[in-house]
Nanobody
Framework: QVQLLESGGGLAQAGASLRLSCAAS????????MGWFRQTPGKEREFVAG????????DYGDSVKGRFIISRDNAKNTVYLQMGKLLPDDTAIYSC?????????????????WGRGTQVTVSS
C-alpha cells in the first residue's frame, strides 16, 4: 500500500540545522511532484516547499525562503528537506505529500498522498 514515512525530526536550537527525509513506497514516486507542509495546533497547514517530478523546479513558502532546501532522489524514492538557520517559529509537525500536478506547488486538495508527519521543535 501507499506509504510516506517522514524521519529526521527532533529538538534543535535556534540557528541550527536539521534534515528531514520522506521515504515513499506503494506508488511510482518519479511521476509525482512532492511537497513539505507544516502545522501547529490551532493554525492552518502551511506550505513549506515543493519540488517537481524531475527535481528541476522548486518552490518555497515565504517564511522559509533562503533557509530551507528541498531535494529528491528518485532512485531512492525519497524527498528531503534541509532546514537551516532554524527559528522557534519553525516548530511544527512536518509532513510530506505527493501530487500528480506538474507544478512544484499545488492546491492542498491536489495532494493525493500524505505522510503522518515528524515533529520539529526549535528552542530559543
Amino acid at each position: 500500500q501507499v506509504q510516506l514515512l517522514e524521519s529526521g525530526g527532533g529538538l534543535a536550537q535556534a540557528g541550527a540545522s536539521l534534515r528531514l527525509s520522506c521515504a515513499a513506497s506503494g506508488f511510482t514516486f518519479s511521476t509525482y511532484s512532492m511537497g513539505w507542509f507544516r502545522q501547529t495546533p490551532g493554525k492552518e497547514r502551511e506550505f513549506v516547499a515543493g519540488i517537481t517530478r524531475s527535481g528541476f523546479s522548486t518552490d518555497y513558502g515565504d517564511s522559509v525562503k533562503g533557509r530551507f532546501i528541498i531535494s529528491r532522489d528518485n532512485a531512492k524514492n525519497t524527498v528531503y528537506l534541509q532546514m537551516g538557520k532554524l527559528l522557534p517559529d519553525d516548530t511544527a509537525i512536518y509532513s510530506c505529500a505527493a501530487t500528480r500536478a506538474f507544478s512544484p506547488r499545488a492546491t492542498m486538495a491536489d495532494y493525493t498522498y500524505w505522510g503522518r508527519g515528524t515533529q520539529v521543535t526549535v528552542s530559543s
